[in-house]
C-alpha cells in the first residue's frame, strides 16, 4: 500500500476536468489493495466484510469522517456485515485522484 496516496489531501474538482485514461487507473489501483475499476473506468469500488452490525457501523461512521475530511464522498450500500463502497467523481464523470486518496485512507482504517 502506497503512503504516497494515504498522504495526500483531496484536491477540488470542477467539471472541465478530464477523468483519469485507463492506464492511469490501472496504475494508482495497484497502490490501494482490494479495489477494482468498473468496466467503464467511471468508478472504483470495494466491498469490506465485517464480524458483525457494530463493526459494519463503526467503518461506516470512520468512512464519513475521511469523506468529510477530504469533501469527497462516496456512493455505498451496507447490511449486517458487509459494506461496498464507491468513489467516483461526480462533477467530471469519471474517476480523479481524489477517489484513490480516499481509497487508500479508507484502507489504511483496517491497516491494509
Known amino acids: 500500500m ?14 472541465g476536468t478530464k477523468p483519469l485514461e485507463r492506464d492511469r487507473i490501472d496504475s494508482l489501483l495497484e ?16 466491498r469490506f466484510e465485517f464480524k458483525g452490525f457494530y463493526k459494519t ?29 464507491n468513489f467516483s467523481t461526480h462533477a467530471i464523470d469519471g474517476l480523479s485522484e481524489n477517489d484513490f486518496i480516499c481509497a487508500a485512507k479508507l484502507n489504511a482504517l483496517l491497516d491494509e
Do not use: T
Not at 2 to 15: I, M, V
Not at 61 to 71: F, I, K, L, R, T
Open 57 to 85: 457501523m463503526a467503518f461506516i461512521n470512520a468512512m464519513a469522517w475521511v469523506a468529510n475530511q477530504e469533501g469527497h464522498h462516496p456512493d455505498f450500500e451496507a447490511g449486517y456485515n458487509f459494506c461496498l463502497v
Open 31 to 46: 497502490q490501494v489493495p482490494g479495489w477494482e475499476a468498473s468496466d467503464d473506468g467511471k468508478r472504483i469500488f470495494r
Open 2 to 15: 502506497s503512503d504516497n496516496l494515504r498522504n495526500q489531501k483531496c484536491a477540488p474538482c470542477e467539471g
